[in-house]
Nanobody
Framework: QVQVVESGGGLVQAGGSLRLTCAAS????????MGWYRQAPGNERELVAS???????NYADSVKGRFTISRDNAKTTLYLQMNSLKPEDTAVYYC??????????????WGQGTQVTVSS
């Protein structure tokens, strides 16, 4: 089994910064990518940023130049540095860990989410 736990959300003023952390633990063999998603009230969950096992990153257009995704050397702890935050960044942020194995195919695990609120 895999556990995915986020931390680091909170309340910040517009223009401020926050850093989110996500730790994946348990049976992490076959981890191929991790990412951050967010969901605002009334909206669908959307990709914010992702990083593959070989370090390839992808960002939503709305956060390019403001957010940076990174991970530790063990590739099991994920970070999201969020700068120049805007009120429209307010959402619950979820960490996603994706795995692949030849026998089980692709599996995804989600964290419980952490609230980010940006005041104007």
């Amino acid at each position: 089994q895999v556990q995915v736990v986020e931390s680091g959300g909170g309340l910040v003023q517009a223009g401020g910064s926050l850093r989110l952390t996500c730790a994946a633990s348990g049976n992490i063999f076959g981890l191929i990518a991790m990412g951050w998603y967010r969901q605002a009230p009334g909206n669908e969950r959307e990709l914010v940023a992702s990083i593959t096992s070989n370090g390839r990153t992808n960002y939503a257009d709305s956060v390019k130049g403001r957010f940076t995704i990174s991970r530790d050397n063990a590739k099991t702890t994920l970070y999201l540095q969020m700068n120049s935050l805007k009120p429209e960044d307010t959402a619950v942020y979820y960490c996603n860990a994706r795995f692949f194995s030849a026998t089980r195919g692709t599996n995804e695990y989600w964290g419980q989410g952490t609230q980010v609120t940006v005041s104007s």
